[in-house]
């Protein structure tokens, strides 16, 4: 069974930072790519940055030159370094990780995990 855990959200003022993490723990082969979504009320749920296993990233638009997302492979984690925070980055933000996993008689099974999500709420 793999989890995936975030921790970091909270109240922020206007301009302000965050930084979120996400652990993953389980029975995990490999971690793929990671990524970081948010969705805020009424809103679809779009993708906010990724990070291959190579290291190579994107952002989405809204946030580059703001958000930062890095990884640590040793402690199978994914951090979102959130800077310059506006109020429009309120959000429920997610983690997600595409995990290979053996399930048995060598069986590989590669499959996107997400975690329960972590709130953000930049306001004055």
Request: aromatic share 8%; hydrophobic share 30%; with cysteine.
């Amino acid at each position: 069974q793999v989890q995936l855990v975030e921790s970091g959200g909270g109240l922020v003022q206007p301009g302000g930072s965050l930084r979120l993490s996400c652990t993953a723990s389980g029975t995990i082969s490999t971690i793929e790519t990671m990524y970081w979504y948010r969705q805020a009320p009424g809103k679809q749920r779009e993708l906010v940055a990724g990070i291959t296993s190579r290291g190579d990233t994107n952002s989405g638009d809204s946030v580059k030159g703001r958000f930062t997302i890095s990884r640590d492979d040793a402690k199978k984690a994914v951090y979102l370094q959130m800077n310059s925070l506006k109020p429009e980055d309120t959000a429920v933000y997610y983690c997600n990780a595409l995990i290979t996993t053996e399930k048995g008689m060598g069986v590989m099974t590669t499959m996107h995990y997400w975690g329960q999500g972590t709130q953000v709420t930049v306001s004055s």
